[in-house]
């Protein structure tokens, strides 16, 4: 289990420009739905995207903190 702000955290580790919306989509603190804005997105296909956000998701995805994500990125302007 990992709590919203912690889950945050590690988005803003690897993207410190993000902002990060997190739902608890179960109550058990490892189903979410993530909305990622950040100007780090730029010229990057979704894929690239989603990829840099599960990078930095990877020691929660790993060790079971997290179990699901559903995630949603949006470039933001600079």
């Given at each position: 289990?990992?709590?919203n702000?912690?889950l945050a955290?590690?988005i ?22 993530v909305t ?30 997290v179990?699901a994500v559903?995630?949603?990125t ?5």
């Amino acid at each position: 289990m990992i709590d919203n702000d912690a889950l945050a955290a590690l988005i803003r580790e690897s993207i410190p420009d993000a902002e990060v919306e997190i739902v608890d989509r179960t109550g058990t603190m490892d189903h979410f739905n993530v909305t990622v804005r950040s100007a780090a997105f730029k010229g990057r296909t979704l894929v690239q995207q989603h990829q840099l956000v599960y990078g930095a998701l990877r020691s929660a995805l790993r060790d079971g903190r997290v179990h699901a994500v559903e995630l949603k990125t949006v470039h933001r302007e600079e």
